[in-house]
């Protein structure tokens, strides 16, 4: 586990998962504001507070699983674009 890692799961242990969905509601409510303000750096930082929320979910459902259906779901928007599904 990388030191990021463990900063993640202490944070998540900490405050639990009932809080930290509450926080996801927030900060994703916060980074939709933030593309509408279209300023580059308050989308960073939105950005930013969403991936480590996010981050934490997936490392207490597992990442390797979470990682393999993300790819499939990517290899699968890929192949219906290129057999024009979405025109």
């Known amino acids: ?11 998540f242990n900490h405050f639990g ?19 509408e303000s279209e300023r580059p750096e308050h989308i960073q930082e939105e950005l930013a507070d969403n991936y480590n929320i996010l981050m934490q979910f997936i490392q207490e459902y597992g990442y390797k699983k979470i990682m393999k259906i993300a790819i499939e779901k990517q290899e699968r928007t890929l192949k219906r674009i290129e057999e024009g599904f979405y025109e």
Do not use: G, H
């Not at 586990?1 to 944070?11: E, G, P, V, W």
């Not at 409510?29 to 593309?35: D, G, K, Y």
């Open 17 to 35: 998962e009932e809080k930290q969905l509450e926080k996801l509601q927030e900060k994703q409510v916060e980074l939709l504001e933030a593309f």
């Open 1 to 11: 586990m990388t030191d990021c890692s463990i900063t993640l799961r202490a944070i």
